[in-house]
């Protein structure tokens, strides 16, 4: 069985394809067990869709090849901490387990600004692993912002 490190790599491998479309690098898959379900990057740019992050398109996908809006038993691993869209989508999707690289103090919301997806308020909770290859993920996203300036 694939270990968190080793989907996160998946993860930095379909991030790095977001360069492609000049799309902020993020990469996510979705898998249940030792299955990938989904994998799936940014494509904001490249739908023109402000809802286009990684982590909707994958679950999405994810969804379709299960045949059910409820993802229970899967694990989301994604590059960057989710931002609050991301997060809420995560907890109605019924996700287990979320896996997260690098930590996003601006916008992320499971642990830097808040943390929906454990918030014991809501109906579901996920188990939450952060900082998986965050350094490799960061500096992807480094990389890619200071190309830019």
Known sequence: MPTDAEWMDRALEVARGCLDHDDVPIGCVVVQGDRELAAAGNERELRHDPTAHAEILALRAAAEALGSWRLEGCTLVVSLEPCAMCAGAIVLARVARVVVGASDPKAGFTGS?????????????????????????????????????
Request: glycine share 8%.
């Open 113 to 149: 600004l808040g943390n929906l997806v454990q918030d014991p308020r809501l109906n579901h909770r996920a188990e939450l692993v952060t900082g998986v290859h965050a350094d490799a993920s960061g500096e992807l996203l480094r990389a890619f912002f200071r190309d830019r300036r």
